[in-house]
């Protein structure tokens, strides 16, 4: 019964900023890792940013400097800051969580869309 639940997408012009949530309805832990994907129209689905149980984050080299990834250990609740977004940027974005850094785990959320203007 666990499941994922992403929010925060919208529509932002060139240079603005979101803030995506990620906020789990069971328990997580035995998920070590969570992390960010996204998808474009016509693209395979992508790594954007992953974080464990210490300080060691992962960025996609496309969003190093821009895109921050944080966590919540109270609520278990993942974080996706994003600053100077570009058009490129525009996808659905998803929300992982995986036992280990091999790859993305079998949970996953529904995603919410990221919209960005020129």
């Known amino acids: 019964q666990v499941q994922l639940a992403e929010s925060g997408g919208g529509l932002v012009q060139s240079g603005g900023s979101l803030r995506l949530s990620c906020a789990p309805s069971?328990?997580?832990?035995?998920?070590?890792?969570m992390g960010w994907y996204r998808q474009a129209p016509g693209k395979q689905r992508e790594l954007v940013a992953r974080i464990g149980s210490g300080p060691y984050k992962d960025y996609a080299d496309s969003v190093k400097g821009r895109f921050t990834i944080s966590r919540d250990n109270a609520n278990n609740a993942v974080y996706l800051q994003m600053n100077s977004l570009k058009p490129e940027d525009t996808a659905l974005y998803y929300c992982n969580a995986a036992p280990n850094w091999g790859g993305p785990g079998a949970l996953w959320g529904q995603g919410t869309r990221v919209t960005v203007s020129s």
């Open positions: 069971g328990s997580v832990s035995e998920f070590l890792v």
